[in-house]
């Protein structure tokens, strides 16, 4: 419950700051990673559906962007998912890949740029502020992570089932 | 969450993020989703605020000299667009106002209390005759209805409009768009009435000459107008002790020899003495016919509605 909340109020916050000021992040370039780093955090369903909440919460305020959520939402789900496959969770943290979050981000990014071409071509230098925005966002987020880990912050419990 | 991983939830969920996704797109197309995004921004409005004014200072003064110049640019770039786009509105709107006023004035009660000038409004069918398609689709329905063809087709040359007979339209009718005369009924059938135009070489109007001084206008000397032919009309019967000059009105003296409301003709474009010691005088009429869609048959009408003319008290 309280990686629940924790997440939801990481989510609100992503949203607060895109809205603030979209000139410095472009919309999705905070959300979208928090929302990979989400499901790479738990690697579960509930983490997954938990991370979709957010998603479909910032589709209601971006409804173009339709084909950077559900890109997100396959990408990571099929990549987490490789993760899952291990039989503990050691495992899982010791095989989890830095290049995982930075795969789906940037594949999400694809999806995004979709509705962004159909309406012209962009200039150079809104692919740059995004991916710079974005990706530091997902290595930032990807630092904490881990740092959360080998302090002992993270609890290793399904934050819906409950289950250790 | 590290006891039984299970590949298959996760993708069970990922599919039902990937569903609502989709239901949600398909919400907003269908624009329902307007009361739940104006919930989401006004849960994340509070946050916004503050992260704005936190950062709005800074960022007012970071922003380079250069930058603030590109957005100074971009708002008087759309401010001037805004503001073309008003002109043409309310242009538009003038227009339209000035349309609806001077059709009020026909229709209203004008003239002598007991005569009324009422119009008869109409569509032009053609230009500037009645083309073959028509007159065969004309004799066709009249034979149906044993009419003879030559009450049912109209000959020369002007525009053909919509109201014939059926309408009470006789010739020598004004016909008008808006207060401005683009000519009268020639002639009349039972369905359609050719229209003379005014610069037609056989057309001829009573007007008199309105001077536009620079307090108000002042009628001038009464004149009889007629066609040129070649797009133009001219004033006869203006001697030259009588003031003229470019640019003044040309509005009628009366409609159908009744003193009436005063109906637009053009403007004086050329006025130059002639060796009978009267004016020549050149009118360009006020409205061109070739963009005229809608007009209006004026004819009085009597009043007798009000009792007034009945030799009661």
């Not at chain 1, 950077?68 to 496959?85: E, H, K, M, P």
């Not at chain 2, 919930?39 to 800074?58: D, H, K, M, W, Y």
């Not at chain 2, 135009?197 to 009573?206: E, Y």
């Not at chain 2, 536009?212 to 030259?240: H, K, Q, W």
């Amino acid at each position: 419950m309280k990686q629940a909340a924790f997440w939801l109020m990481a989510f609100w916050f992503a949203l607060v700051l895109e809205q603030a000021r979209p000139d410095l992040f472009p919309a999705g370039s905070i959300f979208l990673p928090t929302a990979c780093a989400c499901i790479f955090w738990a690697c579960t369903a509930s983490g997954m559906l938990l991370s979709g909440v957010g998603l479909l919460a910032w589709l209601v305020i971006n409804p173009l962007h339709i084909a950077a959520v559900c890109t997100l939402a396959v990408a990571s789900g099929w990549l987490a998912g490789r993760l899952n496959r291990k039989r503990r969770w050691s495992d899982v943290r010791r095989k989890m890949q830095w290049a995982h979050p930075i795969l789906a981000v940037l594949i999400s990014f694809g999806g995004y740029l979709v509705p962004v071409l159909r309406e012209g071509p962009p200039v150079a230098g809104f692919f740059i502020h995004w991916l710079s925005v974005g990706l530091s966002a997902t290595l930032v987020l990807m630092i904490v992570s881990r740092l959360s880990e080998e302090l002992g912050l993270r609890r290793q419990v399904d934050v819906l089932s409950g289950q250790r | 969450m590290n006891s039984e991983p299970n590949n298959t939830r996760l993708g069970i969920a990922t599919a039902i993020v990937f569903a609502a996704c989709l239901c949600v797109w398909c919400a907003d197309q269908m624009r329902s989703l307007e009361s739940v995004r104006m919930s989401v921004l006004n849960s994340v409005s509070p946050g916004r605020l503050v992260v704005a004014a936190i950062s709005g200072q800074r960022s007012t003064d970071e922003a380079t000299p250069d930058l603030q110049l590109e957005q100074l640019q971009a708002d008087l770039l759309t401010n001037e667009l805004q503001r073309r786009q008003l002109i043409i509105e309310n242009a538009q709107l003038h227009r339209q106002l000035e349309h609806l006023s001077r059709l009020n004035e026909i229709n209203s009660v004008s003239g002598f209390d007991l005569v009324e000038f009422a119009s008869v409004p109409a569509h032009v069918l053609s230009r500037p005759e009645i083309p073959d398609s028509l007159r065969t689709l004309f004799i066709d329905a009249g034979a149906s209805q044993g009419l003879r063809e030559s009450g049912l087709v109209v000959d020369g040359t002007g525009l053909v409009i919509d109201r014939g007979e059926r309408f009470s339209l006789v010739p020598g009718m004004k016909v008008t768009t808006g207060r401005a005369v683009i000519g009268r009924i020639s002639a009349v059938s039972r369905w359609v009435s050719m229209v003379q135009l005014t610069t037609d070489a056989d057309f001829s109007a009573a007007v008199q000459i309105v001077r536009m001084d620079s307090l108000r206008p002042s009628f001038g000397a009464r004149g009889l107008l007629e066609g040129t032919g070649d797009g133009l009309c001219r004033v006869t019967g203006i001697p030259y002790t009588s003031a003229v000059a470019v640019g003044d009105e040309i509005f009628s003296a009366d409609i159908d020899q009744i003193n009436g409301p005063r109906l637009y003709y053009g403007r004086v474009t050329r006025a130059e003495y002639n060796e009978g010691g009267e004016w020549e005088i050149v009118v360009t009429p006020g409205v061109a016919p070739d963009t005229v869609e809608r007009v209006d048959v004026i004819h009085p009408v009597m009043n007798t509605a009000t009792g007034q003319h009945d030799g009661g008290p």
